[in-house]
T-cell receptor, first 114, second 112 residues
Framework: DTEVTQTPKHLVMGMTNKKSLKCEQH?????MYWYKQKAKKPPELMFV???????INESVPSRFSPECPNSSLLNLHLHALQPEDSALYLC?????????????FGSGTRLTVV | AQSVTQLGSHVSVSEGALVLLRCNYS??????LFWYVQYPNQGLQLLLK??????LVKGINGFEAEFKKSETSFHLTKPSAHMSDAAEYFC??????????FGIGTKLQVIP
């Protein structure tokens, strides 16, 4: 299995809703990432997990809450989002401490906040 | 801090023509360099990477890139463009542990 699977593919949520994005990989990668990509922009790093521990938080607002229940799963919990949070949310994984190997990306979740 | 500059946010080529997408990097130490491709409404796919060793790197789909330290460049090329190459291409740089910085992207249009 050489894929990163993200669910759901599309999500529409109101500003008072609570929702979660899910990411799963079975490649034995020990680093997992959340990226946010706005239209016509490059991906921007949000969080990095290494060996299931949060190692990087790029000053992301607390309305985004990451969770890594085990080495294969990564969640992003969403609460009280704003319309400007609408974007493509990408999950990626890599061999831990070996960013030179490159990332494997999922297809993303297209989030719309209304 | 490391960064990359992609020259040309849009590039148009005719089908069968040479593809050249430019990327220059800024890094205080030898970097790891990557090219990713993104098709509409998809995630990014790794095309090729340079870490150490041979400076001419071959990737998937017939693409290759050459690391030129003297020019701080890592341009992406393909001898003959195909319609299926139309996509967004991102150059990226990493100095090591986990953090990768992406360029702004170049949208490649292939004209029949």
């Amino acid at each position: 299995d050489t894929e990163v699977t993200q669910t759901p593919k599309h999500l529409v949520m109101g500003m008072t809703n609570k929702k979660s994005l899910k990411c799963e990989q079975h490649m034995g990668h020990r680093a997992m990432y959340w990226y946010k990509q706005k239209a016509k922009k490059p991906p921007e790093l949000m969080f990095v997990y290494s060996y299931e521990k949060l190692s990087i938080n790029e000053s992301v607002p607390s309305r985004f809450s990451p969770e890594c229940p085990n080495s294969s799963l990564l969640n992003l919990h969403l609460h009280a989002l704003q319309p400007e949070d609408s974007a493509l949310y990408l999950c990626a994984s890599s061999q831990e401490s070996l960013s030179q190997a490159g990332y494997t990306f999922g297809s993303g979740t297209r989030l719309t906040v209304v | 801090a490391q960064s990359v500059t992609q020259l040309g946010s849009h590039v148009s080529v005719s089908e069968g023509a040479l593809v050249l997408l430019r990327c220059n990097y800024s890094s205080s130490v030898p970097p790891y360099l990557f090219w990713y491709v993104q098709y509409p409404n998809q995630g990014l796919q790794l095309l090729l990477k340079y870490t150490t060793g041979a400076t001419l790197v071959k990737g998937i789909n017939g693409f290759e890139a050459e690391f030129k330290k003297s020019e701080t460049s890592f341009h992406l090329t393909k001898p003959s463009a195909h319609m299926s190459d139309a996509a967004e291409y991102f150059c990226a740089v990493s100095k090591g542990y986990q953090k990768v910085t992406f360029g702004i992207g170049t949208k490649l249009q292939v004209i029949p």
